[in-house]
């Protein structure tokens, strides 16, 4: 038998081990013999647990109505059977209870940002600190002596102090930026209006998209182009980024795009034409402006597809029946507890509805339909009592489908945020065109269908600044072109932006090659005296092979841009902006839950505040807060 320390193994001091005989312990087991049980059975258990036991006893003898043992003599027993043999291979003992009295305890501060964190986040009302419940709740939270819980009054001014807080970050943080781009958009809810503004940017040190919200700010009286310019050059002023923004991304609606269009810097030759107090006033409002790529695409797949399908005489009859047929599905079907229950029934699917405020929610309704069997869809219309649906539609329905879904897709990808920049737009569009122009060949009822991709997106297109975008990017390059004539003229105009950008920073006085050398020469009176100038043909080649080097990259990542200097540069300008306008909707989506019907008398104020720290995630507190826990 080893010699283990009895009172180390758990048999020792078990309740039932008066039903056991000890035979031996080998290695990390133990091996007894039942007193209950006729002949000589051995079982065998764990030294440190008796589960093994304990179920023979429940299973071989449930019949038998078990009795404790005494525990004073049979820890006696097992204290004088100890002895001294210890054994290194002695199972160690069970883990320490944690002692919660020594917790540290949380200071005023810790716990306002607690407290913070939890009802802007959940976007929960002020008042949620006097309630009862939540008070009870915060009084089992471990605080230091002295530390009271604040009511409506006290939290709003903290919520006020966060919110000053937080701007002041933002424009220290913007301080340290030299390019960044903002989206806008008007916001209509509970009769009032609200102009949304979001910054977005790429982070100098770690090549990282960053966002923030700048503003959902209530906007009073007609929505006029120039109120519109007005308010923006308000916010942007605001955080001392107008001379900043590279563009700022709307939808295509007639305001913003007469706004920019109008209050934009002109150029020299055009100057004279223009009324001269009009441009001394309103020359440098705005930033450059970029429509929305997701609201563009919107508008082809809705408008420029639904005019090609109605002008056309073989095309028109099957559209309007078939699309007549599916919005009395999908009327019967949202309407009726009962008939969604029948398709629910037929199917075990539910039909999609298209929402008009949703962007591809026309197709995925249809898509839901052509994925279904037009023998189950007749059924359904049989129960209904609604016109069947014939082959001629169904097929068209499902070609429609399959024109649309490249579009849908590619409008997925710009609608991104946090991984896509305004250099994803190019590649996304070549890429539609292509797969478009390749569908057309595999369809018989909408075989010559419109590319009003070139149409809409003409500018973008022909747009040098798109390319550097594009280029720029680790993740397309040059390998989005299909022509070597294309990848050549985007490789030249990569190039020349470099060594723009080389010539610029040699002219900029403390700058300059010559400058640094000689900062660095003047250390001492020998290094000084040998002092040269720099070779100027190093320009154009340092250019080129950073060009050549950052190509021949096989990296994807956008963190592979820090090892190329001038590249980098060029990508924080180009791509700050996003394709889409998409993150303005999103602060609009959050706006709603804030500004709920129960919260309609909830100041305008305070609806900011309360919207941009949750968009910005309330900032450092909290989140300090949260990693100490």
């Excluded at 986040?121 to 949620?128: A, D, F, Q, R, Y």
Aim: proline share 3%.
């Amino acid at each position: 038998m080893a010699n283990v320390a009895t009172s180390k193994v758990a048999f020792s001091g078990w309740k039932y081990k008066h039903y056991f005989t000890l035979s031996e312990i080998r290695g990390k087991n133990i091996y007894v013999k039942c007193t209950l049980c006729p002949g000589t059975k051995t079982l065998s258990t764990s030294l440190s647990s008796n589960s093994n036991l304990m179920k023979h006893l429940q299973s071989a003898h449930s019949t038998t109505a078990l009795v404790v043992a005494n525990p004073i003599r049979e820890t006696a027993t097992a204290v004088a059977c100890s002895g001294d043999n210890d054994d290194d291979e002695a199972t160690p003992q069970k883990q320490t209870k944690l002692d919660f009295a020594a917790q540290q305890r949380m200071t005023r501060a810790e716990l306002n940002a607690l407290i913070a964190g939890y009802v802007v986040e959940n976007m929960l009302p002020l008042s949620t600190v006097d309630s009862k419940s939540f008070r009870a709740l915060l009084t089992k939270i471990p605080a230091r002596a002295g530390v009271s819980l604040p009511c409506r009054k006290t939290f709003s001014k903290y919520i006020d102090d966060e919110y000053i807080k937080m701007n002041s970050n933002l424009k220290t943080s913007f301080e340290q930026l030299e390019y960044l781009s903002t989206t806008a958009d008007i916001w209509t809810a509970h009769n009032k209006s609200y102009l949304g503004v979001t910054a977005h940017w790429i982070s100098p040190s770690n090549v990282e998209r960053k966002k923030a919200a700048l503003a959902c700010r209530r906007f009073k009286g007609r929505h006029t182009h120039d109120a519109i310019a007005s308010e923006l050059d308000s916010i942007h002023s605001s955080y001392g980024i107008s001379h900043k923004i590279t563009s700022t991304v709307t939808d295509n609606g007639t305001n913003f795009v007469k706004a920019f269009k109008r209050y934009q810097p002109v150029d020299d030759s055009e100057s004279e034409e223009e009324d001269e107090d009009e441009v001394t006033m309103w020359s440098s409002l705005c930033p450059p402006h970029q429509r929305c790529a997701s609201h563009t695409l919107n508008l082809i797949s809705c408008t420029d597809i639904d005019k090609w399908l109605l002008s056309k005489p073989e095309t028109k009859a099957v559209y309007r029946s078939s699309t007549a047929k599916c919005t009395a599905l999908w009327n019967k079907a949202s309407r009726s507890t009962v008939a969604a229950e029948t398709v629910d029934e037929v199917i075990s699917r539910k039909l999609l509805v298209p929402c008009s405020t949703r962007w591809n929610s026309f197709y995925d309704a249809l898509a839901r339909i052509s994925d279904i069997p037009i023998v189950e869809l007749n059924t359904i219309s049989s129960r209904f009592t609604l016109p069947a649906i014939t082959e001629r539609e169904h097929l068209f329905i499902k070609e429609y489908c399959t024109v649309m879904k490249p579009l849908t897709v590619a409008l997925d990808i710009l609608q991104g945020e946090d991984n896509c920049f305004y250099g994803t737009l190019l590649p996304t569009l070549e890429t539609l065109i292509t797969k478009t122009h390749d569908l057309r060949s595999g369809l018989q009822i909408l075989k010559d269908h419109p590319d009003a991709i070139k149409a809409r997106f003409a500018e973008v297109l022909e747009s040098e600044e798109a390319v550097l975008a594009a280029v720029s990017l680790p993740r397309f390059k040059l390998r989005w072109l299909r022509s070597q004539e294309q990848k050549d003229k985007a490789k030249a105009l990569l190039l020349a932006e470099c060594r723009k950008m080389v010539m610029d920073s040699d002219q900029q006085p403390g700058t300059s090659t010559h400058s640094q050398h000689l900062s660095k020469c003047s250390s001492t009176q020998e290094e000084d005296f040998f002092c040269f100038e720099e070779d100027e043909e190093n320009t154009s080649t340092s250019a080129e092979s950073q060009v050549a080097d950052y190509l021949r990259s096989t990296s994807h990542r956008l963190e592979s841009l820090s090892g190329y200097s001038y590249i980098k540069k060029i990508s924080l300008r180009h791509n700050a902006a996003t394709p889409s306008s998409a993150p303005v909707e999103r602060l609009f989506s959050l706006g709603k839950l804030v500004f709920s019907p129960k919260r309609n008398r909830l100041s305008d104020q305070r609806f900011e505040k309360l919207l941009l720290l949750r968009y910005n995630q309330i900032s450092c507190a909290f989140k300090k807060v949260i990693s100490c826990l």
